[in-house]
Each structure stands twice: as C-alpha cells, then as structure tokens.
C-alpha cells in the first residue's frame, strides 16, 4: 500500500475539520429550536434514509463494476 503524499493528508485532515464543524453546527441549532419529531416522522426519516443509500449504491454499482470488466478500455486499432 503506498504512503499518502503531505497534500494528501492535509487535504484529509482540512475535510475532516469541516465535517466536525458541520456536525457540530447541525447539532448546536438543532438543539435551539427544540424540535421534537413523533414515531412517525423518526419512521418515515429511517425509510427516506434507507432508499437514498439504496438509489446511491444502486448508482455506483455500474461504474464500480464498468471499470473493473474492461469495457472502458482502449481499443487496439492494429
């Protein structure tokens, strides 16, 4: 396995601090605004959560699976 260049890992470390900083942000306004979501919202957010991973795996898999079976490799013209 190869090593991460010096870019590489500041790169990292610079989206892992605005990640935190979006996280913490998220949870500090939620917890202003007091809100309270019901059986029913918490159900229908876990279903919405379910199918958005669902369509997104369901995206990805062609172009994992396209790169890996050579259809996207050059011809040989000779």
Known sequence: MERLA???IVAI???AVILVLIGVGAVSIWNARRVQIGNYGWIV???GMFFSV???C???AP???GGHSGHDDGSDPS
Do not use: N, Q
Request: charged share 10%; aromatic share 12%; net charge neutral.
């Open 63 to 65: 172009i994992f699976f």
């Open 54 to 56: 669902l369509v997104g």
């Open 58 to 60: 369901g995206l990805l």
């Open 13 to 15: 470390a610079i989206l």
């Open 6 to 8: 010096r870019g590489e």
């Open 45 to 47: 957010l876990g279903v």
